[in-house]
Protein backbone atom coordinates (compact mmCIF):
# COMPACT_ATOMS: atom_id res chain seq x y z
CA UNK A 1 0.00 0.00 0.00
CA UNK A 2 1.28 3.46 -0.79
CA UNK A 3 1.19 4.68 2.16
CA UNK A 4 3.31 6.22 4.96
CA UNK A 5 4.34 4.33 8.57
CA UNK A 6 3.42 7.54 10.43
CA UNK A 7 0.35 9.85 9.77
CA UNK A 8 -1.21 12.36 11.49
CA UNK A 9 -4.69 11.63 13.35
CA UNK A 10 -7.02 13.03 11.41
CA UNK A 11 -5.38 11.05 7.98
CA UNK A 12 -5.22 7.54 9.31
CA UNK A 13 -8.49 6.27 7.54
CA UNK A 14 -7.83 9.01 4.54
CA UNK A 15 -6.94 6.11 2.33
CA UNK A 16 -3.51 5.55 -0.30
CA UNK A 17 -1.90 8.12 -1.72
CA UNK A 18 -2.68 8.60 -5.07
CA UNK A 19 0.41 8.05 -7.53
CA UNK A 20 1.12 10.33 -10.67
CA UNK A 21 4.21 11.83 -12.95
CA UNK A 22 5.41 14.58 -11.47
CA UNK A 23 4.98 16.10 -15.22
CA UNK A 24 1.31 15.84 -14.60
CA UNK A 25 0.95 18.44 -11.84
CA UNK A 26 3.83 20.34 -12.52
CA UNK A 27 4.91 22.69 -15.40
CA UNK A 28 8.46 21.55 -16.14
CA UNK A 29 10.98 23.91 -17.12
CA UNK A 30 14.58 25.18 -16.48
CA UNK A 31 15.72 28.67 -15.37
CA UNK A 32 17.80 30.90 -17.73
CA UNK A 33 21.69 31.92 -18.52
CA UNK A 34 22.36 35.05 -16.25
CA UNK A 35 25.81 36.79 -16.50
CA UNK A 36 26.86 35.95 -12.63
CA UNK A 37 28.98 39.95 -13.05
CA UNK A 38 24.96 41.20 -12.65
CA UNK A 39 24.58 39.62 -9.31
CA UNK A 40 24.68 41.59 -6.10
CA UNK A 41 26.30 39.39 -2.77
CA UNK A 42 23.78 41.46 -1.02
CA UNK A 43 20.49 41.90 -1.34
CA UNK A 44 19.50 46.08 -1.94
CA UNK A 45 16.88 47.72 -2.97
CA UNK A 46 17.77 47.60 -6.71
CA UNK A 47 18.60 43.43 -6.58
CA UNK A 48 15.63 42.38 -4.22
CA UNK A 49 15.33 38.77 -5.73
CA UNK A 50 17.54 35.84 -4.74
CA UNK A 51 19.03 34.10 -7.37
CA UNK A 52 19.98 30.37 -7.49
CA UNK A 53 22.38 27.89 -8.68
CA UNK A 54 23.55 24.47 -7.98
CA UNK A 55 26.68 26.28 -8.27
CA UNK A 56 27.01 27.71 -4.88
CA UNK A 57 26.87 27.08 -1.24
CA UNK A 58 24.09 28.66 1.23
CA UNK A 59 21.22 26.36 -0.67
CA UNK A 60 22.08 27.42 -4.16
CA UNK A 61 21.90 31.38 -3.01
CA UNK A 62 24.01 32.65 -5.89
CA UNK A 63 23.25 36.44 -5.00
CA UNK A 64 20.53 39.05 -5.54
CA UNK A 65 19.25 40.36 -8.87
CA UNK A 66 16.84 43.01 -10.19
CA UNK A 67 14.54 40.85 -11.99
CA UNK A 68 12.69 37.65 -11.09
CA UNK A 69 11.46 34.91 -13.30
CA UNK A 70 9.39 32.60 -10.58
CA UNK A 71 7.18 32.65 -7.84
CA UNK A 72 6.23 30.01 -5.38
CA UNK A 73 8.08 26.92 -7.12
CA UNK A 74 9.97 23.89 -6.68
CA UNK A 75 13.44 23.74 -7.79
CA UNK A 76 15.99 21.04 -8.71
CA UNK A 77 20.18 20.78 -9.75
CA UNK A 78 19.76 18.97 -13.05
CA UNK A 79 23.47 18.72 -13.49
CA UNK A 80 27.14 18.57 -11.57
CA UNK A 81 28.04 17.39 -7.79
CA UNK A 82 24.44 18.19 -6.46
CA UNK A 83 22.61 16.61 -9.15
CA UNK A 84 18.73 15.65 -7.91
CA UNK A 85 19.05 18.01 -5.34
CA UNK A 86 15.32 19.60 -4.96
CA UNK A 87 14.47 22.56 -2.87
CA UNK A 88 10.96 24.35 -2.15
CA UNK A 89 12.09 28.51 -3.04
CA UNK A 90 9.11 30.80 -1.73
CA UNK A 91 8.26 34.04 -2.65
CA UNK A 92 9.92 35.42 -6.17
CA UNK A 93 13.44 34.79 -7.14
CA UNK A 94 15.42 33.98 -10.01
CA UNK A 95 17.12 30.57 -11.23
CA UNK A 96 20.14 29.93 -13.73
CA UNK A 97 20.00 27.10 -16.20
CA UNK A 98 21.92 24.86 -13.64
CA UNK A 99 18.31 24.81 -12.34
CA UNK A 100 15.04 22.71 -13.24
CA UNK A 101 11.92 24.31 -12.03
CA UNK A 102 8.53 22.82 -11.50
CA UNK A 103 6.14 25.85 -11.52
CA UNK A 104 2.82 25.44 -9.49
CA UNK A 105 -0.35 23.50 -9.93
CA UNK A 106 -3.15 22.88 -7.85
CA UNK A 107 -1.65 24.14 -4.71
CA UNK A 108 1.02 21.51 -5.28
CA UNK A 109 4.30 23.33 -4.92
CA UNK A 110 5.29 23.57 -1.51
CA UNK A 111 7.85 22.13 1.06
CA UNK A 112 6.38 19.11 1.58
CA UNK A 113 6.20 17.68 -2.14
CA UNK A 114 9.38 19.70 -2.70
CA UNK A 115 10.78 17.07 0.02
CA UNK A 116 8.55 13.74 -1.57
CA UNK A 117 10.58 14.46 -4.57
CA UNK A 118 13.83 15.00 -2.75
CA UNK A 119 13.33 11.31 -0.98
CA UNK A 120 13.37 9.60 -4.79
CA UNK A 121 15.45 12.13 -7.10
CA UNK A 122 18.49 10.91 -7.00
CA UNK A 123 17.49 7.19 -7.79
CA UNK A 124 16.93 8.76 -11.75
CA UNK A 125 20.35 11.09 -11.81
CA UNK A 126 22.47 9.20 -14.91
CA UNK A 127 26.18 8.95 -13.69
CA UNK A 128 27.24 8.61 -17.75
CA UNK A 129 29.68 11.50 -18.09
CA UNK A 130 28.54 14.54 -15.91
CA UNK A 131 25.71 13.47 -13.55
CA UNK A 132 22.66 14.95 -14.45
CA UNK A 133 18.56 15.02 -13.88
CA UNK A 134 16.91 16.31 -17.20
CA UNK A 135 13.69 17.68 -17.41
CA UNK A 136 12.85 15.05 -19.18
CA UNK A 137 13.40 12.33 -16.83
CA UNK A 138 12.08 14.66 -14.33
CA UNK A 139 8.39 14.97 -15.71
CA UNK A 140 7.95 10.56 -15.81
CA UNK A 141 8.76 10.24 -11.77
CA UNK A 142 6.32 9.01 -10.61
CA UNK A 143 5.62 10.07 -6.57
CA UNK A 144 2.79 8.95 -4.44
CA UNK A 145 0.72 12.51 -3.52
CA UNK A 146 -1.27 13.20 -0.45
CA UNK A 147 -4.09 14.93 -0.09
CA UNK A 148 -3.98 19.02 -0.27
CA UNK A 149 -5.06 19.16 3.31
CA UNK A 150 -2.20 16.28 4.39
CA UNK A 151 0.20 18.22 2.39
CA UNK A 152 -0.03 21.30 4.15
CA UNK A 153 0.11 19.50 7.69
CA UNK A 154 3.32 17.69 6.31
CA UNK A 155 4.49 20.91 5.04
CA UNK A 156 3.83 22.77 8.53
CA UNK A 157 5.65 20.35 10.35
CA UNK A 158 8.73 20.18 7.98
CA UNK A 159 8.96 24.15 7.84
CA UNK A 160 8.83 24.35 11.71
CA UNK A 161 12.06 21.85 11.73
CA UNK A 162 13.38 23.90 8.77
CA UNK A 163 13.14 27.18 10.66
CA UNK A 164 14.85 25.47 14.00
CA UNK A 165 17.55 24.35 11.67
CA UNK A 166 17.77 28.36 9.83
CA UNK A 167 17.96 29.72 13.97
CA UNK A 168 20.23 27.25 14.83
CA UNK A 169 22.76 27.92 11.78
CA UNK A 170 22.39 31.46 12.49
CA UNK A 171 23.68 31.12 15.79
CA UNK A 172 26.75 29.19 14.53
CA UNK A 173 27.50 31.82 11.82
CA UNK A 174 27.33 34.13 14.89
CA UNK A 175 29.83 32.10 16.44
CA UNK A 176 32.16 31.75 14.08
CA UNK A 177 32.23 35.65 13.67
CA UNK A 178 32.94 35.78 16.93
CA UNK A 179 35.94 34.00 17.02
CA UNK A 180 37.20 35.36 13.98
CA UNK A 181 37.07 38.98 14.86
CA UNK A 182 38.65 37.94 18.65
CA UNK A 183 41.15 36.40 16.58
CA UNK A 184 42.01 38.91 14.33
CA UNK A 185 42.13 41.23 18.09
CA UNK A 186 44.57 38.32 19.90
CA UNK A 187 47.00 38.00 17.52
CA UNK A 188 49.46 40.97 15.84
CA UNK A 189 48.72 42.15 12.52
CA UNK A 190 50.89 41.30 9.67
CA UNK A 191 54.15 43.41 10.33
CA UNK A 192 53.58 43.87 14.01
CA UNK A 193 54.70 42.50 17.11
CA UNK A 194 52.01 43.25 19.43
CA UNK A 195 48.09 42.26 18.90
CA UNK A 196 45.46 44.69 19.61
CA UNK A 197 43.24 43.22 22.50
CA UNK A 198 45.48 41.85 25.55
CA UNK A 199 44.59 40.43 28.92
CA UNK A 200 45.44 42.53 31.83
CA UNK A 201 47.89 40.69 32.97
CA UNK A 202 50.10 40.51 30.12
CA UNK A 203 50.11 44.49 28.99
CA UNK A 204 53.27 45.14 30.10
CA UNK A 205 55.39 41.73 29.74
CA UNK A 206 56.55 43.19 26.07
CA UNK A 207 56.64 42.30 22.07
CA UNK A 208 55.91 38.90 20.89
CA UNK A 209 58.57 37.49 18.95
CA UNK A 210 58.25 36.68 15.52
CA UNK A 211 59.80 32.69 14.54
CA UNK A 212 59.64 30.57 11.80
CA UNK A 213 57.19 27.58 13.57
CA UNK A 214 59.40 24.97 12.14
CA UNK A 215 61.54 25.93 15.03
CA UNK A 216 59.07 25.44 18.34
CA UNK A 217 57.99 21.79 16.45
CA UNK A 218 59.03 18.67 15.12
CA UNK A 219 57.29 18.08 11.37
CA UNK A 220 57.32 14.76 9.64
CA UNK A 221 55.22 13.80 6.58
CA UNK A 222 53.51 10.63 7.02
CA UNK A 223 54.41 7.39 5.85
CA UNK A 224 53.24 5.83 2.13
CA UNK A 225 51.80 2.40 3.15
CA UNK A 226 51.83 -0.56 0.68
CA UNK A 227 48.11 -0.73 -0.60
CA UNK A 228 48.30 -4.07 -0.54
CA UNK A 229 47.93 -3.67 3.41
CA UNK A 230 45.58 -1.25 3.74
CA UNK A 231 41.99 -2.36 4.99
CA UNK A 232 38.49 -1.32 5.68
CA UNK A 233 39.26 -4.45 8.33
CA UNK A 234 39.18 -2.46 11.61
CA UNK A 235 40.93 -4.93 13.38
CA UNK A 236 44.46 -3.19 11.77
CA UNK A 237 45.95 0.00 12.83
CA UNK A 238 43.46 3.28 12.46
CA UNK A 239 46.01 4.80 9.20
CA UNK A 240 44.73 8.99 9.64
CA UNK A 241 44.57 10.39 6.20
CA UNK A 242 44.21 13.61 4.91
CA UNK A 243 41.02 13.02 3.88
CA UNK A 244 40.00 12.22 7.51
CA UNK A 245 41.15 16.08 8.27
CA UNK A 246 38.49 19.21 8.24
CA UNK A 247 38.57 22.26 9.57
CA UNK A 248 39.31 21.90 12.83
CA UNK A 249 38.32 18.61 13.63
CA UNK A 250 39.18 14.67 12.87
CA UNK A 251 36.22 12.82 11.26
CA UNK A 252 35.20 9.16 11.03
CA UNK A 253 33.06 7.25 9.10
CA UNK A 254 32.73 3.45 7.54
CA UNK A 255 33.11 5.18 4.60
CA UNK A 256 36.65 6.66 4.94
CA UNK A 257 38.35 4.91 7.69
CA UNK A 258 41.15 2.62 6.71
CA UNK A 259 43.51 0.50 8.53
CA UNK A 260 47.13 -1.04 8.40
CA UNK A 261 47.43 -4.77 8.39
CA UNK A 262 50.90 -5.15 7.97
CA UNK A 263 53.90 -4.79 10.48
CA UNK A 264 54.35 -1.63 12.28
CA UNK A 265 57.93 -2.72 13.41
CA UNK A 266 59.58 0.29 11.71
CA UNK A 267 57.06 2.72 12.06
CA UNK A 268 56.94 4.12 15.60
CA UNK A 269 57.49 7.35 14.20
CA UNK A 270 54.58 7.75 12.23
CA UNK A 271 52.41 6.97 15.59
CA UNK A 272 50.34 9.90 16.38
CA UNK A 273 49.78 11.12 19.94
CA UNK A 274 47.37 13.61 22.15
CA UNK A 275 47.98 17.33 21.21
CA UNK A 276 50.03 16.04 17.54
CA UNK A 277 48.62 18.67 15.21
CA UNK A 278 47.68 17.65 11.92
CA UNK A 279 47.32 19.66 8.50
CA UNK A 280 46.35 17.88 5.75
CA UNK A 281 48.56 18.93 2.42
CA UNK A 282 47.14 18.74 -0.69
CA UNK A 283 43.08 19.27 -2.02
CA UNK A 284 40.73 21.91 -2.24
CA UNK A 285 40.97 22.56 1.54
CA UNK A 286 44.51 22.95 1.52
CA UNK A 287 45.89 24.76 4.33
CA UNK A 288 41.88 24.61 5.88
CA UNK A 289 42.08 21.02 6.82
CA UNK A 290 43.67 20.52 10.27
CA UNK A 291 43.40 19.47 14.13
CA UNK A 292 44.65 18.25 16.92
CA UNK A 293 44.95 14.86 17.72
CA UNK A 294 42.76 13.51 20.48
CA UNK A 295 42.69 10.27 23.06
CA UNK A 296 40.41 9.20 20.38
CA UNK A 297 43.20 9.05 17.15
CA UNK A 298 46.04 8.53 19.58
CA UNK A 299 48.16 5.63 18.20
CA UNK A 300 46.88 5.75 14.53
CA UNK A 301 49.41 5.71 11.83
CA UNK A 302 50.39 9.04 9.87
CA UNK A 303 49.93 8.59 6.36
CA UNK A 304 51.92 10.56 3.34
CA UNK A 305 50.43 13.71 2.24
CA UNK A 306 49.66 15.19 5.92
CA UNK A 307 52.07 16.79 8.44
CA UNK A 308 52.22 16.15 11.75
CA UNK A 309 54.12 18.58 13.80
CA UNK A 310 54.60 17.77 17.65
CA UNK A 311 56.23 19.89 20.32
CA UNK A 312 56.42 18.75 23.73
CA UNK A 313 54.86 22.27 25.39
CA UNK A 314 50.99 22.06 25.01
CA UNK A 315 50.61 25.58 25.42
CA UNK A 316 52.71 26.06 22.06
CA UNK A 317 50.93 23.19 20.26
CA UNK A 318 47.75 24.79 21.11
CA UNK A 319 48.86 28.19 20.31
CA UNK A 320 49.89 27.21 16.85
CA UNK A 321 46.96 25.38 16.24
CA UNK A 322 44.51 28.68 16.54
CA UNK A 323 47.55 30.29 13.98
CA UNK A 324 47.29 27.18 10.94
CA UNK A 325 43.83 28.01 11.97
CA UNK A 326 43.46 31.55 11.17
CA UNK A 327 42.46 33.73 8.08
CA UNK A 328 46.22 34.69 8.28
CA UNK A 329 47.55 31.50 7.46
CA UNK A 330 44.97 30.60 4.70
CA UNK A 331 45.97 33.47 2.69
CA UNK A 332 49.70 32.43 3.33
CA UNK A 333 48.69 29.19 1.50
CA UNK A 334 47.19 31.25 -1.44
CA UNK A 335 50.16 33.02 -1.86
CA UNK A 336 51.81 30.39 -2.43
CA UNK A 337 50.31 27.91 -3.96
CA UNK A 338 50.30 29.15 -7.80
CA UNK A 339 50.19 25.58 -9.00
CA UNK A 340 47.37 24.90 -11.95
CA UNK A 341 47.24 21.49 -10.75
CA UNK A 342 45.96 20.18 -7.49
CA UNK A 343 46.50 22.40 -4.04
CA UNK A 344 49.51 21.84 -2.33
CA UNK A 345 51.41 22.96 0.60
CA UNK A 346 55.28 21.54 1.44
CA UNK A 347 56.79 20.28 4.86
CA UNK A 348 59.50 23.25 4.42
CA UNK A 349 56.73 25.67 3.52
CA UNK A 350 54.92 25.04 6.70
CA UNK A 351 58.13 25.19 8.66
CA UNK A 352 58.39 28.66 7.04
CA UNK A 353 55.35 30.33 8.21
CA UNK A 354 56.11 33.14 10.38
CA UNK A 355 54.47 33.38 13.68
CA UNK A 356 54.30 36.26 16.82
CA UNK A 357 55.38 34.16 20.01
CA UNK A 358 54.29 35.70 23.15
CA UNK A 359 55.90 33.84 26.31
CA UNK A 360 54.20 30.53 27.48
CA UNK A 361 51.59 31.96 29.94
CA UNK A 362 50.11 34.01 27.21
CA UNK A 363 50.23 31.47 24.85
CA UNK A 364 48.20 29.06 26.92
CA UNK A 365 45.61 32.05 27.80
CA UNK A 366 44.86 32.99 24.55
CA UNK A 367 44.29 29.17 23.05
CA UNK A 368 42.21 28.55 26.25
CA UNK A 369 40.03 31.58 25.12
CA UNK A 370 39.83 30.36 22.09
CA UNK A 371 39.68 26.84 22.50
CA UNK A 372 36.43 27.47 24.77
CA UNK A 373 35.14 29.13 21.68
CA UNK A 374 35.82 26.14 19.31
CA UNK A 375 33.85 23.75 22.04
CA UNK A 376 30.83 26.18 21.75
CA UNK A 377 31.16 26.05 17.82
CA UNK A 378 31.51 21.87 17.88
CA UNK A 379 28.98 21.59 20.43
CA UNK A 380 26.04 23.99 18.08
CA UNK A 381 27.50 21.91 14.85
CA UNK A 382 26.27 18.83 16.73
CA UNK A 383 22.93 20.64 17.70
CA UNK A 384 21.97 21.36 14.04
CA UNK A 385 23.30 17.95 12.69
CA UNK A 386 21.10 16.05 15.62
CA UNK A 387 18.01 18.55 14.31
CA UNK A 388 19.42 17.50 10.32
CA UNK A 389 19.13 13.49 11.52
CA UNK A 390 15.65 14.07 13.01
CA UNK A 391 14.32 15.78 10.30
CA UNK A 392 15.61 12.88 8.04
CA UNK A 393 13.88 10.27 9.95
CA UNK A 394 11.17 11.59 10.54
CA UNK A 395 10.65 12.19 6.41
CA UNK A 396 11.13 9.10 6.20
CA UNK A 397 7.87 8.04 8.62
CA UNK A 398 5.96 10.97 7.16
CA UNK A 399 6.60 9.69 3.12
CA UNK A 400 5.83 5.97 2.17
CA UNK A 401 9.07 3.90 1.70
CA UNK A 402 11.11 4.95 -1.75
CA UNK A 403 10.69 0.36 -2.73
CA UNK A 404 7.47 1.09 -2.72
CA UNK A 405 7.16 3.94 -5.60
CA UNK A 406 6.93 2.89 -9.09
CA UNK A 407 9.96 4.15 -11.34
Not at 46 to 65: E, H, I, M, R
Not at 106 to 120: K, T, W
Not at 147 to 161: F, G, N, R, Y
Request: aromatic share 8%; charged share 25%; with cysteine.
Amino acid sequence: MTVPKLRFPEFRDAGEWEEKEVGEIFNVTRGEVLSMTLVRDAKTDDAPYPVFSSQTKNNGLAGFYSQYLYEDAITWTTDGANAGDVNYRQGKFYCTNVCGVLLNKDGYANPCIAALINSVSRKYVSYVGNPKLMNGVMSKIVIPFPSPSEQQKIADCLSSIADRITAETQKLDTLKAHKKGLMQQLFPAEGETLPKLRFPEFRDVGEWKPLPIGEKVDLLSGYSFDGVDISEDSLGVRLLRGINITEGVIRHSQDIDRYYLGSTEKLEKYTLQDNDLVIGMDGSKVGKNSALITSLDSGALLVQRVARLRTDCLASIQFIFQQINSTKFHAYVDRINTSSGIPHISAKQINDFQVCFPCAEEQQKIADCLISLDELIAAQTQAIDTLKTHKKGLMQQLFPSVEEVKG
